[in-house]
């Protein structure tokens, strides 16, 4: 069985400002189980960073990039599984917490979270990462 890869993208288009020269996807579909990117304050389209000094609106559009890729993935948010959230201040614990858990009410997942120095970029704030599996696997 081959891999599903969703909206594959090379990081020299997404990191112009890097050298970079990676290919990559936002999602991977395999074996019914979705591992995404970790997703960040930033639009998938046009790649520009959204809600830069807000680190609720970075979060509404992380959980938001994670509900579409789902999606597009034949998931939805209850085939969530696992999410891993890397904040760059410990203060924004509760704010992004409260803003995903309005997207994961009744889901259940398991969750880790860590505190780093940055994120691939200096305007990011909270990167979300997420694992599903399909219920029709």
Known sequence: MKHT??????????YP???LDND?????????????????????ETRESVG???????TVKAMDN???????AGGEMEDIVKVVV??????????????MGEYL???HPVSTGLVVDS???PEWLVEIDATAVLSQA
């Open 86 to 99: 890397y904040l760059t201040d410990i203060r924004y614990r509760e704010t992004v917490y409260r803003t």
């Open 52 to 58: 830069i000094g807000d680190v609720e609106a970075q």
């Open 17 to 19: 400002e890097q050298n």
């Open 119 to 121: 994120l691939a970029r």
């Open 24 to 44: 990559l996807c936002q999602a991977v579909v395999a074996n019914g189980v979705v591992y995404l990117r970790g997703q960040i304050g930033q639009d998938l």
């Open 105 to 107: 009410r009744g889901v």
């Open 66 to 72: 994670i509900k579409l890729l789902l999606a597009e």
């Open 5 to 14: 890869r969703i909206r594959p993208f090379n990081t020299k288009e997404t």
